[in-house]
């Protein structure tokens, strides 16, 4: 886990509120995935993003969410008008190599609660 | 349609070998089987990953049979910090093998 940063570590919003969820790849990546670990479950892939552009957001439901990866500072995974079912942990990972890539390096997470 | 099968949890004594299975009868011949571990209130971990040979690292060995429908991984002296949760993940190494898909893997306690 060492080297992919995630803030906040915690992160309390009541419904309708918007989350703003950070990720800084490690040194020298320039890929970006997020996931998302509902209670009791696996992760699950929800989007795939390099420098300025989405890659594959296959996973992300279709409202209410977005990410993006500027070319300078984190990438930012935004949730819009929170509800109770947003609840999860979400994981930001990164790598080197995007499409051949063998590693994928996680962050700590930041946990979301709606209250 | 799971891809890999794990038991649910397993103990192990800590200083002991722990020998985690995995079941991957459909495997195709161009998948990897990849070992993550994921330690309580953390992200997930690579641990190791192989095609067909034995593999081993500083953390832990694989073992794939020789028809490649199961793997086990190794601890070889399984510590308290090793309590975790492992899951087994068969991957394709090329075009669209970035979406890690995590199942329910094992829980593996390590007890003193």
């Known amino acids: 886990n060492a080297g992919v940063m995630q803030n906040p570590r915690h992160l309390v919003r009541r419904r309708g509120q918007e989350a703003r969820l950070r990720c800084s790849p490690m040194k020298g990546h320039s890929h970006v995935y997020w996931y998302r670990q509902l209670p009791e479950e696996g992760l699950k892939f929800m989007v795939y993003?390099?420098?300025?552009?989405?890659?594959?957001e296959s996973g992300m439901p279709k409202e209410r969410f977005s990410a993006e990866f500027p070319k300078e500072g984190p990438s930012i995974l935004r949730i819009q008008q929170v509800v109770r079912g947003d609840s999860a942990a979400y994981f930001c990972a990164s790598s080197y190599q995007g499409l051949n890539s063998y590693e994928q390096y996680f962050g700590p997470g930041t946990r979301l609660t709606v209250t | 349609d799971a891809k890999t099968t794990q038991p649910p949890s397993m103990d192990c004594a800590e200083g002991r070998a722990a020998n985690l299975p995995c079941n991957h009868s459909t495997i195709s011949g161009n998948e990897y089987v990849y070992w993550y571990r994921q330690i309580h209130s953390q992200g997930p971990q690579y641990i190791i990953h192989?095609?067909?040979n034995n593999e081993t690292n500083e953390m832990a060995s694989l073992i794939i049979t020789e028809d490649r429908k199961s793997s086990t991984l190794i601890l070889p002296h399984a510590t308290l910090r090793d309590t975790a949760v492992y899951y087994c993940i068969v991957r394709v190494a090329g075009v669209n093998d970035y979406k890690l898909s995590f199942g329910a893997g094992t829980t593996v306690t390590v007890r003193a």
């Open positions: 993003l390099q420098k300025e552009n989405i890659i594959d």
């Open positions: 192989g095609l067909k």
